[in-house]
């Protein structure tokens, strides 16, 4: 298994202890290619801007990060094989979030791992991988989660869609895994809160990564007579089941998780003006000018339209394994850990927390709208697209946590 190293880049004194190892294991091949390369663009980001100011500052002395790659080419056993070659390569901190069922093996995996061979413990930081269980029912002490879970995100679209009195009818669809199953479930049981009066039209998981023709889908959601869809889906399946609806002649709304970025845009063009809802934990369009800095920022390190995808969480999550080593004062990775466990990070005026009893991390949330590039609220676009995304809603942390059920379990 190959692993690519990132660039440590320049730094301010020559480091003076081995590289703080870090291993993203993600999809660099196959149906979903594009969002692990686009996971890397903003990891190695990061790890960049640690890097430059000196790097991570320890008893051992100064450390840089070092971040690898290995390809899990979609599949969890690949997956797993990408594990026992990171930990043999030295790796202590495991990256990873773009599926939720890897991410439930991954932690799985880890758990085991850390109880057989002390020695070599690692943490599994994750950015992406949103399933609920992962932060109650299967919470691990090694786990850490650094996306808003499926819940949480969905509460966010009903604070839009629960004022959406146009929508009668609603029709359902997602990947058919954890995750897919997760986001349908959830809305079923918050539209039955939110929005008694709404029929469900429609409810099917379809198998994920794996479609390649969209409208038979497009055109059932048609004929149903919904004025909106709810999806949690993602990368491919997202952009084309948005295409094949513009190609049928839908004209309802697409309430989603991930509909602003990875060619959906482009894709949906001037019938998702308006139309295209989703939630994030931040936006480029964010009406700030510490936002607007960061953005920029991002699009000067990155400056093709193509690789125009970044996500605060990803920064907010490097920056907090940065201060939780520095704090925690020893390479001990339960000391690590803890301090893991109770960072509080900002960044560019994004604040963020991360809740012990779970290890959720808690942050505000924003719900934006497409539209067309230059209109107000709309200063940046997608991918150059020529649409981007007006915030709509902002949901502060605190409105934005959900309970847990997590029963943490220390070694």
């Not at 594990?83 to 890897?102: E, F, H, K, P």
């Not at 125009?308 to 080593?325: G, K, T």
């Not at 200063?379 to 949901?395: A, H, L, P, T």
Request: glycine share 8%; with cysteine.
């Amino acid at each position: 298994m190959a692993a690519l190293c990132v660039p440590a880049g320049a730094w301010a004194q020559a480091p003076s202890a081995p590289p703080i190892r870090m291993a993203l294991i993600e999809s660099m091949s196959g149906a979903f290619a594009n969002t692990g390369e686009a996971v890397l663009r903003n990891l190695a980001w990061a790890v960049e801007r640690v890097n430059q100011r000196g790097g991570v500052r320890t008893a051992q002395g100064t450390r840089l990060m070092q971040l690898e790659r290995y390809d899990s080419k979609g599949q969890n056993e690949e997956a797993l094989s990408a594990l026992r070659a990171a930990i043999d390569a030295g790796a202590q901190y495991v990256l990873q979030g773009n599926s939720s069922s890897t991410a439930a093996v991954l932690s799985d995996a880890i758990s085991k791992h850390n109880e057989r061979d002390p020695a070599r413990r690692v943490i599994f930081l994750n950015y992406s991988a949103v399933d609920p269980i992962l932060t109650n029912e299967k919470c691990s002490f090694w786990h850490f989660r650094y996306d808003a879970h499926a819940d949480m995100r969905m509460a966010a679209l009903m604070e839009v869609l629960k004022e959406d009195s146009a929508v009668k009818n609603i029709y359902l669809i997602g990947q058919d895994y954890s995750f897919g199953q997760a986001v349908l479930r959830e809305a079923r049981r918050q539209l039955g809160v939110q929005r008694p009066d709404v029929q469900i039209v429609g409810d099917e998981l379809h198998p994920m990564g794996r479609v390649k023709d969209f409208l038979p889908y497009a055109t059932k959601i048609k004929a149903s007579g919904a004025q909106a869809v709810i999806t949690g889906n993602w990368g491919n399946d997202l952009t084309l089941l948005v295409k094949a609806a513009k190609d049928v002649g839908f004209e309802g709304k697409f309430y989603t998780f991930y509909g602003n970025a990875l060619g959906a845009p482009a894709a949906i063009g001037d019938a998702g003006i308006g139309k295209v809802i989703a939630v994030a934990d931040w936006l480029p369009n964010v009406p700030t000018a510490q936002s607007e800095a960061f953005y920029q920022a991002f699009r000067q390190r990155y400056p093709k339209p193509a690789d125009d995808y970044v996500h605060m969480r990803m920064q907010l999550m490097v920056e907090s394994l940065a201060q939780a080593i520095e704090k925690a004062g020893t390479p001990d990775l339960i000391a690590i850990a803890d301090q893991l466990a109770r960072t509080s990070v900002s960044l560019y005026g994004q604040n963020g927390t991360m809740r012990a009893a779970d290890h959720q991390f808690q942050q505000s949330l924003v719900v934006g709208v497409m539209d067309r590039q230059g209109t107000p609220g709309v200063k940046f676009d997608v991918e150059g697209s020529g649409y981007g995304f007006r915030v709509i809603r902002q949901i502060r942390a605190s409105q934005a946590e959900q309970p847990t059920t997590c029963k943490m379990v220390r070694p």
